[in-house]
């Protein structure tokens, strides 16, 4: 009964190929996130979509597009993948409705992470 | 500009030791906090988090964390460690947007 999966959980690619990560939940929530923990722990924010309409989008290369089927998914493909898109990177939801809402609602409860290494 | 910072990069502690993490924000206006705990090869489990309320809170684990306006500082502690809560913890606040501290790294010797 994982709440929040992703897959795979280890991903090992050469540069310049094209890979995605899957993400999904089963907590019924709204809201999903991404980021991006580099080899120093280092966490960052890249997307977040709330009923699939993207409401962050932080500085990342437009070579990293997040898509969201549905509400309970969010995936994120990478295109011409460089060394430095080595890290692991989390996914994350939460129950929040709207964009705009705050409250417990906030709490983000994160996957198992994937560790990608590019070579 | 919103900022998180864990000053300990490492701690070593004796099991059975008390804990002290320490958390310090910059912030435009109080956000939410949350202390996370990632064991090594695992994801980030939530410890607890504060939106309002009692400044003490308690989490999981036997962890509690005080949240101190005046110092802008979310401090978790835990009273007696246990060989398993060697592992990496993070700050982290915010809303929707969540910035993370760099991490503490705990480090139990038996």
């Known amino acids: 009964d994982t709440a929040v999966s992703q897959t795979p959980k280890y991903l090992v690619t050469q540069m310049g190929n094209d890979k995605s990560i899957k993400c999904e939940q089963n907590?019924?929530?709204?809201?999903m996130y991404w980021y991006k923990q580099d080899s120093k722990k280092f966490l960052k924010i890249m997307f977040s979509y709330n009923n699939k309409e993207l409401i962050i989008n932080e500085t990342v290369p437009n070579r990293f597009s997040p898509k969201s089927p549905d509400k309970a998914h969010l995936n994120l493909h990478i295109n011409s993948l460089e060394l430095g898109d080595s890290a692991v990177y989390f996914c994350?939801?939460?129950?929040?409705?709207?964009?705009?809402?705050?409250?417990?609602?906030?709490?983000?409860?994160f996957g198992p992470g994937t560790r990608l290494t590019v070579l | 500009a919103q900022s998180v910072t864990q000053p300990d990069i490492h701690i070593t502690v004796s099991e059975g030791a008390s804990l002290e993490l320490r958390c310090n924000y910059s912030?435009?206006?109080?956000?939410?906090l949350f202390w996370y705990v990632q064991s090594p090869g695992q994801g980030l489990q939530l410890l607890l988090k504060?939106?309002?309320?009692?400044?003490l809170v308690q989490g999981i684990k036997g962890f509690e964390a005080e949240f101190k306006r005046s110092q802008s500082s979310f401090n978790l502690r835990k009273p007696s460690v246990h060989w398993s809560d060697a592992a990496e913890y993070f700050c982290?606040?915010?809303?929707?947007?969540?910035?993370f501290g760099a991490g503490t790294t705990v480090t139990v010797r038996a």
């Open positions: 504060y939106f309002s309320g009692d400044t």
């Open positions: 912030y435009g206006a109080t956000p939410y």
């Open positions: 994350a939801s939460s129950q929040k409705k709207r964009a705009e809402e705050r409250g417990i609602r906030d709490t983000q409860y």
């Open positions: 907590l019924g929530h709204d809201t």
């Open positions: 982290a606040v915010g809303y929707s947007k969540l910035s």
